[in-house]
């Protein structure tokens, strides 16, 4: 199981640390599949997508130290922590398909959480939300490679 | 939530920094320092001697030459490599000031932002310190330029609210332009500027050009005092702005004093309400309402102060308090027991008045954080213009709210306020908002803003009461405060 630690998404750097923790959750669920022997048809894809997973952790973070201007801390009221919580206890021994039908459905719920994070940061930060835009349908676009295996 | 880890949990005994070195102070008297959500006592801060902040402007003046007599380009440089020197340890900054401040991480990381930013205005010198020259300007043939030049040591007397920004608004512009400094930063929350201190030593500033002195105001008047002194800036309470005025005025020093606040937040009928009342949460219970630019005042104009009322208590309910670390909390406790103790004798007073209380934060606690000393947010209701709590402040998470008849009497009680820092309106209306920044007499107008603070590059003080000296702090004015004018006229035969 990868640790994860979702906060409650009542503030914008809340939101960004529930995105952190969707990125390092995904990045170990690939790295676990990855070693995984059952899998081993897909180890070079599974790696990528962890390394992938990775880099969006950093740009996440580097996005939060570049954005966030105390100007704008509005308190956040309408995200449901409860709708974008990934399942990062990796299932042992599944094979390609079982573990690409994993994976997806952790895609399918970051997309849905970066979809819902750009629309509240549209109002208080247009380049976040452009960012956030392009996580979710890059989350999709994995997704959509996954189900091609 | 897990909470972020403390960069340390202890910060041990201060020291000064004097002349390019970390110097023990041979004081005797030291204070604690508090983390404010927890009660833990973090590390000590020494009341420096007389002597040893004589020994830091001695120190400051010896290098100033040198120092004027190197390239602004060459100064710009440092700030370069100081700015990515912050950028790496950002977090770690961010941290500090939770744990000695009191505030959200978001707030520290938003001032954090803002400290850098003074920086990068700073490090474009060399474009903004030009003089100016006329060709035959005094005659046919006689030229006239004016020169703008540095003039030697100035020191800054900083308070608790912002311990990373507000030494920054300052000692950038003051170094950038040619000057050597001191900084004394509150003795409440001395920890984060001695790690920006380590950042720019790191940075490679030559020794005494920036001086950290810790202490009180045996400091501040030996820095006011001090004939190798030019010039003085202050943040902090009206009673102290108008004492450090005087005093620094006196002795022939240059001053800019900024003082207290008491800020109005108007809301007319026509008014976004979701919109607004999100953002007034921030500018009313953001850094736990221990800004110089937070609301204090809710007035509401006409028929919008019943739905207003009802998503502003909606709102307020819906605020977590709790130790800034845990990066889902919107609020911290203000910062020291004598601060809770003077909030809540506020809300005491104002309830006595006659106002009603419809949220209480006076006995809040926060679970897991007994010994902080948290106020939790609070609504009052009622509130009339003669009342203490619509005319003093609080600097505390605390609503006065009003009601009035139109955007004229809020303008009209606005403007007998004794402070005049700033002012918003929250309006569809453009006229509505043209008329409000037009008349309104206060440093920083808000349009459907509640936190009014001027970026790096504009100037910052507020009105009346509330500042005390003409040139503000940040922008142009700060590369003005910290510069003269030389005027050279040039005849050749």
Not at chain 2, 15 to 25: A, I, L, P
Not at chain 2, 241 to 252: D, L, P, T, V, W
């Amino acid at each position: 199981m990868v640790e994860c630690d979702f906060p409650e998404c009542t503030t914008f750097g809340a939101v960004v640390r529930f995105s952190i923790e969707l990125e390092k959750g995904a990045a170990g669920v690939y790295e676990e599949f990855a070693k995984d022997p059952a899998a081993a048809s897909t180890a070079a894809l599974f790696t990528e997508l962890a390394a992938l997973h990775k880099k969006r952790m950093a740009q996440v973070e580097n996005m939060r130290q570049q954005k966030l201007n105390e100007m704008i801390l509005e308190p956040i009221q309408d995200m449901n922590r409860e709708l974008y919580l990934i399942d990062t206890r990796v299932p042992k021994g599944a094979d390609a398909k079982a573990a690409a039908k994993f994976a997806m459905a952790i895609e399918d719920t970051s997309s849905r959480f970066y979809v819902d994070a750009a629309k509240i940061a549209k109002t208080i930060m247009a380049e976040g939300s452009r960012f956030m835009d392009k996580m979710g349908k890059e989350n999709l676009a994995i997704k959509t490679k996954l189900a091609a295996l | 939530m897990a909470l972020l880890t403390e960069v340390q949990k202890n910060y041990g005994k201060l020291k000064n920094y004097v002349n390019g070195e970390w110097v023990d102070s041979t004081t005797d008297k030291w204070l604690d320092i508090e983390n404010p959500s927890t009660g833990a006592i973090i590390g000590q801060v020494p009341m420096s001697t007389v002597d040893e902040t004589k020994a830091a402007i001695e120190a400051a003046n010896e290098a100033w030459w040198a120092w004027r007599e190197t390239p602004p380009i060459a100064r710009a440089r440092l700030f370069f490599k100081l700015k990515e020197l912050m950028e790496q340890h950002f977090e770690n900054v961010a941290r500090i000031m939770v744990q000695e401040q009191g505030k959200t991480i978001d707030e520290a990381r938003g001032e954090t932002r803002r400290t850098i930013e003074n920086v990068e205005v700073a490090a474009g010198i060399p474009s903004l310190m030009m003089g100016y020259s006329l060709e035959d300007g005094a005659a046919e043939g006689i030229d006239e330029d004016a020169i703008i030049s540095p003039l030697g040591v100035f020191g800054a007397i900083c308070p608790f609210n912002f311990p990373a920004m507000i030494p920054f608004w300052f000692w950038p512009y003051a170094v950038a332009t040619g000057n050597t400094y001191i900084v004394k930063p509150s003795s409440q929350v001395p920890l984060t500027m001695n790690y920006l201190t380590k950042i720019v030593e790191q940075a490679g500033f030559p020794p005494g050009i920036l001086n950290l002195v810790n202490g009180s105001h045996e400091v501040s008047d030996t820095m006011m005092e001090h004939p190798k002194v030019k010039g003085i800036s202050f943040v902090g309470s009206t009673p102290v702005a108008k004492y450090i005025y005087k005093h620094s005025a006196e002795n022939g020093k240059r001053v800019q004093a900024q003082g207290g606040a008491k800020n109005s937040l108007v809301v007319m009928p026509d008014a976004n309400l979701d919109r607004t009342v999100a953002n007034m949460l921030a500018s009313y219970y953001g850094c736990a309402g221990q800004r110089c630019l937070a609301g204090s005042n809710m007035i509401a104009v006409g028929n919008v102060a019943d739905p207003l009322l009802k998503k502003w208590l909606e709102g307020t309910k819906k605020i977590k308090m709790g130790y800034g670390l845990d990066e889902s909390v919107n609020m911290g406790p203000v910062v020291s027991a004598k601060a809770k103790k003077k909030v809540i004798e506020y809300i005491d007073g104002a309830e006595k008045q006659g106002a009603k209380v419809l949220i209480d934060g006076r006995k809040a606690v926060v679970p897991r954080y007994e010994k902080g000393h948290f106020v939790g947010p609070t609504v009052i209701d009622g509130v009339t213009p003669d009342m203490t709590i619509a005319n003093e402040e609080v600097f505390g998470p605390v609503v006065s709210f009003m009601r009035m008849e139109s955007m004229d009497d809020a303008i009209d009680f606005i403007h007998k306020s004794p402070f005049g820092n700033a002012a918003s309106i929250y309006t569809q209306s453009g006229r509505s908002a043209r008329d409000f920044r037009y008349r309104v007499q206060c440093g920083n107008i808000g349009i459907n803003v509640g936190i009014v603070a001027a970026m790096a590059y504009f100037p910052f003080a507020g009105y009346k009461n509330s500042f005390f000296g003409d040139l503000h702090g940040q922008g142009q004015d700060a590369i003005k405060f910290f510069t003269d004018r030389k005027v050279v006229i040039t005849r050749w035969y």
